[in-house]
């Protein structure tokens, strides 16, 4: 049985928070419209464009980050016009449904689950018709497919009245993403994935032309109005009850990410990306992505064994410590997902590759002749 005095999270979010993190949030509570809230989000602030390579805002928003997707098409699309969505894994799918929930016209350029947009896909729908903003997401969480953002933001951006939304709820701090430099109108993500914070808080970077293209629309709504969370932003401030213990949290992490390094960050993700491909490969496993698109932050095992994975996850939490993920949405139990994501370490990762090991021992008989 596991040393560790709770359960360990092994799940692509929420995901496992360090002690030091946690204990951040036991600060004294502050007054949200005092100048002590004003000096925290001011170094918050500061270190989140730093992380999302921007010169620009970086809202920051006390909902999951299905409130921003909400956010970006209610400010970001316009109702004589339409959006293009990339769909092909449940989050992706999930995004569309909620432009559309909130009036929005929707194309979407689908992809069977597992498999990647490519700016060729990308360019020949712009090439059809005409879009407000085409919604991307950069790691699809629930298919370990990373997609090439970089390469699709080059597409988008030679239509210059296309703006290009990306979700990276599960790439942001784990692997490459580069708002500014990539022409990237938002990013948006959630705390409880690489970032590794508890859940609770979302964040986007927003650019001047969405802000431009939100003075233009007339019904933002309230909670997630970005002309709003600018305004406040000006002074250091959230239009509404900031989840104060939270934002202490965040400016712990962010500390100690910068501190790493954000390429030796995304290098130590990758590290464990390839171990992880490298054991599942060994184990007759498959990897549900499609090659050259595997996300460096989640590998989705394509359960080709065809373990039994409710039991897998009882085993792991009663005798090594770790609740395991069992897969996501129409494939669970087809796969499996194992997030090396945050901060989990090359030793962490050893021990829950090798509890799997043991209870796939343990759940094989052995062969006539064995003992």
């Not at 001011?42 to 809202?59: D, G």
């Not at 059809?128 to 370990?144: F, I, K, L, M, Q």
């Not at 970089?150 to 599960?170: E, R, Y």
Request: charged share 25%; net charge negative.
């Amino acid at each position: 049985m596991s040393q560790f005095d709770h359960t360990r999270l092994f799940l692509p979010g929420p995901v496992e928070v360090r002690r030091e993190v946690l204990e951040a949030q036991n600060q004294w509570m502050i007054g949200h419209r005092g100048p002590e809230f004003g000096d925290l989000f001011a170094r918050l602030q500061a270190k989140l464009r730093r992380a999302f390579f921007t010169e620009s805002r970086v809202y920051v928003s006390g909902s999951s980050g299905s409130g921003l997707w909400e956010g970006a098409s209610r400010c970001g699309l316009r109702d004589d016009r339409k959006a293009l969505h990339l769909t092909g894994g449940a989050f992706g799918e999930r995004w569309a449904k909620i432009s559309a929930a909130n009036g929005k016209s929707v194309d979407c350029v689908e992809v069977p689950w597992g498999q990647a947009h490519t700016p060729e896909m990308v360019a020949a729908a712009l090439e059809r018709d005409s879009y407000d903003a085409v919604c991307a997401v950069h790691n699809e969480t629930s298919t370990g497919v990373t997609n090439p953002i970089k390469d699709i933001s080059a597409v988008v951006n030679a239509h210059p009245d296309t703006l290009f939304f990306v979700d990276s709820v599960s790439g942001f701090l784990g692997t490459e993403l580069r708002v500014d430099d990539w022409g990237i109108d938002i990013a948006l993500t959630s705390s409880q994935k690489a970032f590794a914070l508890p859940p609770g808080l979302a964040f986007a970077a927003v650019s001047d032309r969405l802000l431009e293209r939100a003075r233009e629309i007339p019904q933002r709504g309230y909670y997630f109005d970005f002309l709003a969370l600018e305004e406040s932003l000006l002074k250091n401030n959230t239009p509404s009850t900031p989840p104060v213990s939270l934002l202490y949290a965040a400016d712990a992490q962010l500390e100690a990410v910068l501190q790493e390094g954000l390429k030796a960050r995304w290098a130590r993700h990758r590290t464990m990306r390839d171990a992880t491909h490298d054991w599942a490969l060994s184990r007759g496993f498959g990897l549900y992505a499609q090659a050259g698109y595997r996300s460096d932050t989640v590998t989705t095992v394509e359960n080709q064994r065809n373990i039994d994975v409710d039991a897998m996850d009882a085993f792991m939490r009663k005798e090594i410590g770790f609740a395991m993920d069992r897969g996501y949405g129409k494939i669970k139990g087809k796969t499996f997902r194992l997030p090396h994501m945050g901060d989990v370490t090359m030793d962490m990762l050893r021990d829950v590759l090798s509890g799997i090991d043991a209870f796939m021992a343990e759940a094989t008989p052995p062969s006539p002749g064995q003992k």
